[in-house]
């Protein structure tokens, strides 16, 4: 049958070996010519974004480096935006690249870095009003869905999951239950309404998806046995399928919410995903402001702030391990009986992305373990190669490392720990001036998805917050 995995891993080698020069992974000198459609055929134009590449781009003395981050940063707002307007409001539809569905995940992580760019130009927030209002009526369709079709009634286009054994239903591209997949949205929100104070897109139609939230949470705390979702496909790959009936394997309900999936789309081995937990007592609380400020309810928001008080707590007494020296990590997964495993997966929120979503300070001894540990033989996905050094995970498989997992290692790190990673990032792209999904350890050639919207602008973000905050990093050739 075919999957996703086998799909995407058709499109691997495409785009960069033209540009090979001599030596294993020294590339043919680029003329670094923009790598951006022309501005008639790009999606979407926002003044912001472009007054802010710009300012970006003359503080970088690298001009390979310069090349990536124009290539990359506005590659959402390029290639993968679709305005309209649906059921009388403004829509955005926010396709993740290669794949003509929308992520609840990665649409929302694709436009982060524009938030605060968004209170000075009027086009972009319309984009953030209809893809508020988009993500709301996704939930309402179904809050156990990770991806959507533009056409609410639509029926799935993608190939591997038309015969999936679960309730499927009108709109839906794919029905993977992962908890961030309703975290996302509220994050980014959140910080939209933080950033303008713009209260349009929060209607009765979003109050009504985010009570559909917190009663999804509360579902899968299963505390009254499994509820309603279940999940199964024929698959050769069993990480894309779920024991016992579709429901996952067993977990004490110990008060954290059971995730049937990661956010790299596999299946979970043990249902009580840590970095899910936390992410989901960061936006609770977060839903918990919102709801006080904009619609005065007292009530919600005190749901909302016991449910992550309830999940804090778990996640304290469970979810918990001992590195090498007896410090305290997180733990990657757990059942609730006493086994944990630990590992982490290059896809956010992973446990090396903690901090960068805000369920810590970037300083916070647990988190630094953790993150340490990460990135060490600990973990069973953390590949060590000629090419480089990073995280993947089971999604395609050993030896692959996710560009993703550097730029976050550079996102929350500081020095000569970043100029580590942006000398990878710069000797991994294969010449295409891209970011990719994964590529093997020892030949970046070997990649896979040419067109992965949410690590190019993941990229651009951290070349924008080096020159705010980490400036003569960007200064050396």
């Not at 090979?20 to 974004?49: D, I, M, N, T």
Request: glycine share 8%.
């Amino acid at each position: 049958m075919t999957s996703r995995r086998s799909v995407l891993k058709m499109m691997a080698f495409a785009a960069g070996g033209a540009m090979l020069g001599q030596g294993r992974f020294a590339w043919a000198e680029p003329r670094f010519l923009s790598h951006r459609p022309p501005l008639a055929k790009r999606k979407f134009v926002s003044p912001a974004v472009e007054a802010l590449m710009a300012r970006t781009k003359a503080k970088i003395g690298d001009p390979e480096l310069a090349w990536m981050f124009e290539n990359c940063f506005a590659n959402t707002l390029d290639t993968t935006v679709q305005l309209g307007n649906l059921r009388g409001k403004p829509d955005t539809f926010i396709v993740t690249g290669d794949i003509d569905a929308m992520w609840l995940r990665d649409s929302s992580a694709q436009v982060w870095p524009y938030v605060s760019l968004a209170v000075h130009d009027k086009p972009l927030q319309q984009l953030f009003r209809g893809l508020i209002r988009r993500h709301a009526l996704c939930i309402s369709i179904d809050p156990y869905a990770n991806a959507f079709l533009p056409d609410p009634q639509g029926k799935t286009t993608l190939e591997w999951a038309k015969n999936d054994l679960t309730d499927m239903r009108p709109g839906v591209a794919e029905r993977k239950w992962e908890i961030d997949s309703l975290c996302y949205p509220i994050r980014l929100a959140h910080a939209y309404w933080r950033a303008t104070g713009d209260k349009q897109p929060f209607d009765d139609d979003w109050r009504e998806a985010m009570r559909n939230v917190l009663a999804t949470f509360r579902e899968q705390q299963r505390k009254h046995g499994p509820g309603s979702y279940h999940f199964q496909r024929r698959s050769e790959a069993p990480t894309e399928s779920l024991a016992l009936g579709g429901y996952g394997n067993p977990a004490r309900p110990v008060g954290l919410i059971h995730s049937m999936f990661r956010p790299s789309d596999d299946a979970c081995l043990y249902p009580l995903f840590i970095p899910g937990n936390l992410f989901a007592v960061s936006v609770m609380r977060q839903l918990a402001q919102m709801t006080q400020s904009l619609f005065d309810d007292r009530a919600f928001a005190d749901e909302c702030n016991a449910l992550a008080d309830e999940i804090e707590q778990a996640l304290l007494a469970h979810g918990i391990i001992h590195d090498e020296h007896g410090g305290e990590i997180w733990a990657y997964e757990v059942d609730g009986y006493g086994n944990q495993l630990f590992m982490d997966d290059a896809n956010a929120p992973g446990l090396s992305s903690l901090a960068y979503l805000g369920c810590c300070e970037h300083d916070d001894t647990r988190y630094l373990r953790t993150r340490a540990a990460a990135w060490s033989a600990r973990n069973p996905y953390f590949f060590n190669g000629r090419a480089a050094q990073g995280i993947g995970g089971p999604h395609e498989g050993l030896r692959m490392i996710w560009p993703m997992s550097i730029i976050m290692r550079g996102l929350t790190g500081e020095g000569a720990q970043v100029s580590q990673c942006l000398q990878w990032l710069k000797t991994t792209h294969a010449g295409t001036g891209f970011m990719h999904e994964a590529f093997d350890q020892d030949d970046p050639t070997h990649f896979t998805r040419a067109w992965f919207a949410w690590a190019n602008t993941l990229f651009g973000e951290l070349i924008v917050q080096l020159a705010e905050h980490q400036p003569k990093l960007l200064q050396r050739s």
